[in-house]
């Protein structure tokens, strides 16, 4: 007889490439034997080749990769769709072993999260501890829909000072800048800002505006030199 058969146990057969052989389906390798394999209670045989060769019935999870424990559903919760694992029904959210109902404040609605559901305030409210609070817009602001640092936002025209919404005086030769820092204005074109206002600006000889407009420079191979440009020797 071949060597491989005289070497092969029982409940084993060639394996279909390479030598050697393998333990039959139904079978798990032990030692220089194949043994039978003990499927626990609430269990089914998968019928391969590889793993344990068993799994757990929906409703039961493997514990210790040797029983089946049944999934206990605790009240206000139910078995997931992989039956190996539950979850909290809507309105409730997982605590240890069970599912606490979501307390919702007046002014707030229920939303979803990785443990169940949790709630959050509706536009117009901020959580404060647990409660929903309204958010107080000064005039000439709106709520700008951030979640985090000031909820509201000054109108087109006005900006914030001291928690108030202030127009802004636009000075002559300037215009509105709605900017997140500065005065809210900006000089036009040729005017440079000083403490009254905007005041145009003496450009000097071999000088032209730069790129802001609101500043001189000097042209090419010349210096600045107390207000003046002159030849960069």
């Known amino acids: 007889m071949p060597a491989i058969a005289q070497t092969m146990p029982e409940n084993a057969r060639e394996q279909s490439y390479g030598d050697g052989w393998e333990c039959n389906i139904g079978y798990r390798l032990a ?3 194949c043994a039978e394999i003990v499927i626990p209670k609430d269990a089914y045989e998968t019928n391969r080749t590889y793993g344990s060769g ?12 040797a029983a089946c424990v049944a999934v206990v559903v605790p009240p206000n919760g139910f078995l997931d769709p992989s039956g190996q694992r539950w979850r ?9 072993d069970s599912c606490q109902e979501v307390a919702v404040p007046e002014n707030g609605y229920l939303t979803e999260t990785s443990r169940g559901s949790g709630w959050e305030c509706e536009r117009g409210f901020e959580q404060v501890d647990d409660s929903c609070s309204a958010i107080a817009v000064p005039i000439n602001g709106f709520l700008n829909g951030t979640r985090y640092g000031r909820r509201w936002s000054c109108e087109r025209g006005f900006l914030e000072k001291d928690g108030l919404c ?4 636009i000075p002559d030769f300037a215009f509105f800048d709605d900017t997140s820092y500065g005065e809210g ?10 403490d009254t206002g905007c005041e145009a600006i003496n450009i000097p000889e071999n000088a032209h505006l730069d790129r ?19 030849l960069n020797n």
């Not at 000097?218 to 207000?227: D, L, M, P, T, V």
Request: charged share 25%.
């Open 88 to 96: 909290c029904l809507r309105g409730f959210f997982q605590v240890g």
């Open 166 to 169: 202030v127009a802004v005086v």
């Open 185 to 194: 204005w900006k000089c036009q074109r040729g005017y440079q800002a000083t």
């Open 212 to 230: 802001s407009g609101n500043r001189w420079e000097c042209n090419r191979n010349f210096q600045k030199s107390r207000e003046l440009c002159v």
């Open 54 to 65: 068993w799994d757990c019935h929906h409703g039961f999870r493997k514990v210790d990769g």
């Open 31 to 33: 030692g220089d034997t």
